[in-house]
Every structure is written in structure tokens, then in C-alpha cells.
């Protein structure tokens, strides 16, 4: 059975169909990249899947429970943590505070701070810089605070929104290889990315997003040596 499973999934916003109808699973300890251009969907599908918006239609399964009309804190708390695009970390609490806010739904103190711990080992640069405001880190640091936030609710899976946006290409780099670590260390991944050649290098399958609907799916290697996905996303 897989993690996570999205069946028949329709969004509306107004009279227009941001999402129509589209069906895809992530199985457990899985990469999946989700691809395609600005305005196919890739974001309102992350936002539906963690109860930020109500679709119109389909369902949201998450090991083996509907949670199409759970609310977005309970689907927090039963194990699915969501990078969102932009990072949206809390710019006048410290970084420390930000990290604290990520473990609202967990009540042992000695777990949430191994979490921390586990948090500054992955991102040295929070330990450092702990007590400044958030609002103050850099796009790459801000990145960083975003995934760690998330890390802290100790989640079995993680939807990640355009992690790599506005980043330097060094950055980016680390970015990714930090994606790989949190996957390697049990964390089932899903990534929403405009990076298409990054994100299928790193993850284990696919699906591409055209105006709210799944055009191809496969293995990442797959897509990577598709034709028309070369041309359409990979600028080859």
C-alpha cells in the first residue's frame, strides 16, 4: 500500500479548474518530483494534500486514512510536515523560536530537543545563528530555517515547495544534497520543483504537471531522457 495516495483530486479557484481530476501515490521512503511549469498546479496539489485548501472532488489517502477533510494542524500532527514556497519563516522570532514553533504538536521535551539537536547537526549555520531574527538570515539560511522548522515536527513524510528558488547555484547544490540526507535517513520526500534536471536527479520517480493535469509519470531516469521533457523543462 502506498504512503501516501491522491485519487481523481479536483480544485477549483472560482470558476477556474486549478486541478482536474489528478491521481498519483508515493510510496514509502521515496523522492518523488513533481514538475512542471508556472501555473500547472504544482503548488494548490501541496496545498491539498496538507489541508490548506478543500478540493472540489477526489481524495487525499495518507497511510491508508482519508484525510481529505482533515484539518491542516491535525494532518501535522500525524506525520506530514510542509515546506511551503517562498519559506515563510517567522521574521521578527529568532531562529531557535522558529524551530520550537516547528514541534507545536509533540509533547515530550527530551524528543523535541534531540529533534533540535538532530537539526543543528543537518544545518550548522541555525546552531550559529540561533538567537538572531529570522528575518535577518539569508535566502539560503531562511531555506534552511524552512526545512528545519519542518524537520521538527519529526515527520514520515515531507512536501517541499520550490526549495531551490532564488538561490545562488552553490546553494542550491546544498540544498539538494540536504534533501538527499533527510530522504536517506527514513524521510519519504515529495518535491515540488521548478529545477526539473535537479529534482529528478535526486529523487526516484516522477510525474509531470500540465495545466492541473499529470501528462507523464515514470522513473526519474526515465523522464530525464525523454524527449519531450528535455525540451519542454530541461532546456535541452
Not at 511549469?37 to 495518507?62: D, E
Not at 529523487?203 to 526519474?220: F, H, N, P, S, W
Request: net charge neutral; proline share 3%.
Amino acid at each position: 500500500m502506498a504512503m501516501l495516495e491522491i485519487k481523481d483530486l479536483s480544485v477549483y479557484y472560482g470558476v477556474i479548474q486549478a486541478l482536474k481530476g489528478i491521481s498519483f501515490e508515493v510510496n514509502e521512503g521515496e523522492v518523488i518530483a513533481l514538475i512542471g511549469a508556472n501555473g500547472a498546479g504544482k503548488t494548490t496539489t501541496l496545498h491539498t494534500i496538507s489541508g490548506l485548501i478543500a478540493p472540489k472532488g477526489g481524495s487525499v489517502i495518507f497511510e491508508g486514512q482519508d484525510i481529505t477533510k482533515t484539518p491542516a494542524h491535525k494532518i501535522v500532527s500525524m506525520g506530514m510536515a510542509h515546506v511551503p514556497e517562498g519559506r515563510r519563516v517567522f521574521a521578527s522570532l529568532s531562529v531557535l523560536q522558529n524551530l520550537r514553533l516547528g514541534a507545536y504538536t509533540r509533547n515530550s521535551k527530551e524528543e523535541i530537543e534531540e529533534s533540535l539537536q538532530k537539526v543543528y547537526k543537518r544545518f550548522p549555520r541555525l546552531e550559529e545563528r540561533k538567537n538572531q531574527p529570522a528575518g535577518t538570515l539569508s535566502g539560503g539560511e531562511q531555506q534552511m530555517l524552512a526545512m528545519g522548522r519542518a524537520l521538527m515536527s519529526n515527520p514520515r513524510i515531507i512536501l517541499m515547495d520550490e526549495p531551490s528558488m532564488g538561490l545562488s547555484p552553490i546553494l542550491v547544490n546544498e540544498i539538494f544534497d540536504i534533501i538527499k540526507e533527510v530522504s536517506a535517513s527514513g524521510t519519504t520526500v515529495l518535491l515540488v520543483e521548478q529545477n526539473a534536471k535537479k529534482a529528478l536527479s535526486i529523487a526516484d520517480r516522477g510525474y509531470v504537471l500540465e495545466t492541473g493535469r499529470i501528462v507523464l509519470e515514470g522513473k526519474a531516469e526515465e523522464l530525464l531522457n525523454n524527449k519531450s521533457v528535455q525540451s519542454a523543462y530541461l532546456g535541452e
